[in-house]
């Protein structure tokens, strides 16, 4: 009779084995060469930015302007400007074109970003909480900046979420290679297990 139970024993370990793998979580990917080494070139203007605007000898149009959470933009004589998720190169020649003929004589415009949106940092730091973005910030310095690890933090792992997409992904914290944090990024340090 054992003999017989062979087969059907067997069968049902291999069933269970096959469906072992759906019962397991979503697990982050890592981060790809490109995300690692992403700086603020081709930046996109977000909510929470702040612009400053130049619009040379024309003092009353020159200051500096708020993204709001639409990605709008409100300036004067041609109202409101849609900045969000374009760059600063796009925001500076719409509102070159805006105001050329109409408005002002072959308008010089220079647009630069004064304050970064904020990155957010989560889960085991000792001050989780929303931070105000430096340029050229690696994840590493993002954990420092909250306070570092608690006792119960994943020190070899962190994931990161960029503003521009849902997914999570796997950051290395002991590759040596460093990953550069960029405004509205979210950052997660995870509970290690024992």
Same mark, same amino acid.
């Given at each position: 009779m054992a003999r017989a139970a062979r087969p059907a024993m067997l069968a049902a370990v291999l069933g269970f084995a096959l469906l072992l793998p759906g019962c397991a979580g979503t697990t982050?990917?890592?981060? /790809? +060469?490109?995300?690692?080494?992403?700086? *603020?070139?081709? @930046?996109? &203007? #977000?909510? #929470?930015?702040?612009l400053r605007i130049t619009v040379f000898n024309e003092p009353t149009l020159t200051g500096e302007y708020n993204v709001?959470?639409?990605? +709008? &933009?409100?300036?004067? *004589?041609?109202?409101?400007?849609?900045?969000?998720?374009h760059t600063i190169d796009d925001v500076t020649h719409e509102i070159t074109g805006r105001l050329s003929g109409a408005y002002v004589n072959d308008p010089r415009v220079?647009?630069?970003?004064l304050n970064y949106r904020p990155f957010y940092i989560l889960g085991e730091v000792n001050k989780p909480g929303? @931070?105000? @973005? %430096? /340029?050229?910030?690696?994840?590493?310095?993002?954990? %420092?900046? +909250?306070?570092?690890f608690t006792y119960r933090a994943n020190e070899k792992t962190a994931f990161l979420r960029r503003q521009t997409t849902s997914a999570e992904h /796997?950051? /290395?914290l002991r590759s040596g290679a460093p990953?550069? &944090? *960029?405004?509205g990024d979210t950052i997660r340090v995870g509970e290690r297990y024992f």
């Open positions: 982050a990917q890592p981060l /790809s +060469a490109v995300d690692r080494a992403t700086g *603020l070139a081709g @930046y996109r &203007v #977000g909510a #929470g930015d702040k709001t959470s639409t990605g +709008a &933009v409100a300036f004067p *004589l041609i109202g409101v400007v849609q900045a969000g998720n220079s647009v630069e970003v929303e @931070y105000p @973005y %430096a /340029s050229g910030m690696t994840v590493e310095q993002a954990i %420092a900046k +909250a306070g570092g /796997s950051v /290395s990953v550069a &944090v *960029l405004p």
